[in-house]
């Protein structure tokens, strides 16, 4: 079986950044959404982008962004993938010269092959949990035995993956590969997550999960 990818997302710092590739991750993910608290701005990401190492993949995420908002970040960040996180359609996503992602949150009504087949050009589907009003970063797991078998295109599994679950949720999905934020924050004496810090001995425990399966 290949060995299956890692995107670390939410990384706010360098250091961080520099940590995860040390680690294993193939990826790091940018988050270019105001509200969200894993937000950078577009100098700070212009910083960790400048100092990420050869063959270390850059996604700038993105949520209903108009399309003068992207461009603006593309001027300054050397991004390799675009992610796109709400309704953007097709012929947006593939305006920008960049390959793309495309997220989909599992809602319960959710037809993930007929919204797949919204998407021929995305290099690869990101399937999230859906929690109401919130785009990603929820904390939450879905239901996998919901994701069909006969996806066209590559699957990344998103959506409270941490060091616990995530080999259980390779060997059930066989994904493309898997994106953690949240499972890999620091946490404080009382357990609460601080969004955007990252935890070496998280992200460690994570990919050792990934390498185990």
């Known amino acids: 079986m290949q060995r299956v990818r890692v995107k670390v997302c939410g990384i706010t710092r360098v250091a961080d950044m520099q940590s995860a590739a040390r680690l294993g991750a193939d990826a790091i993910g940018l988050v270019f959404y105001p509200p ?3 937000f950078v701005g577009i100098e700070q990401a212009a910083a960790i982008c400048a100092a990420t190492p050869a063959f270390v993949t850059t996604v700038g995420l993105f949520v209903n962004p108009t399309y003068e908002q992207v461009c603006e970040v593309l001027e300054r960040v050397p991004l390799d993938i675009l992610q796109f996180h709400g309704e953007e359609p097709e012929v947006f996503c593939c305006r920008f010269g960049r390959p793309y992602m495309k997220a989909l949150r599992m809602a319960d009504d959710l037809d993930v092959l007929a919204a797949a087949e919204q998407y021929p050009a995305a290099c690869g589907l990101l399937l999230d949990s859906h929690v109401p009003g919130v785009p990603g970063g929820t904390g939450t797991t879905f239901d996998w035995q919901r994701i069909p078998a006969q996806l066209s295109q590559p699957l990344i599994l998103a959506g409270g993956l941490d060091a616990a679950n995530v080999s259980d949720a390779i060997a059930t999905v066989r994904p ?15 357990g609460r997550r601080h969004p955007g810090i990252k935890s070496e001995a998280a992200m460690a425990a994570f990919i050792e999960g990934v390498n185990r399966v």
């Open 36 to 38: 969200s608290p894993r």
């Open 176 to 190: 493309w590969a898997v994106d953690v934020s949240g499972g890999v924050e620091q946490l404080d004496a009382d």
